[in-house]
């Protein structure tokens, strides 16, 4: 019994990662498109972009993090303040950020503190 409940949750797992792949790779997809638009300093485009991605992936951090860095740059902080509530950020994601993030805003994150 217990040799057919493992293959039947094996067969269940892998129906599952079938059904998501597509929308795992098109969210790859407007991610690395959303890149290039940010590259290219079109922050609506990009903004538009990576709606998409983080409307099929919500639990993506670094989708998150671009779409607030896009959301800031395209004019719309209080969008990019929404996705970020409750974060805590990487000196990296610090640092991307604030390519686009106005001093404004800049006060409500503090340095991260060392975990002893």
Do not use: C, N
Request: net charge neutral; charged share 20%.
């Amino acid at each position: 019994m217990a040799i057919v409940l493992a293959a039947l949750l094996t067969v269940l797992a892998a129906g599952y990662s079938f059904v998501q792949a597509p929308t795992l790779v098109q969210a790859a997809r407007d991610m690395r498109a959303g890149d290039v638009e940010m590259a290219h300093h079109d922050y609506v485009t990009a903004a538009a972009t990576l709606a998409d991605a983080h409307r099929s992936v919500p639990t993506s951090r670094k989708i998150t993090i671009g779409l607030a860095e896009a959301d800031f740059g395209a004019g719309k902080p209080d969008a990019a303040m929404r996705l970020l509530r409750g974060m805590r950020l990487s000196p990296s994601e610090w640092q991307t950020l604030t390519q686009t993030m106005p001093a404004r805003y800049q006060q409500y994150f503090g340095p991260a503190k060392s975990e002893s």
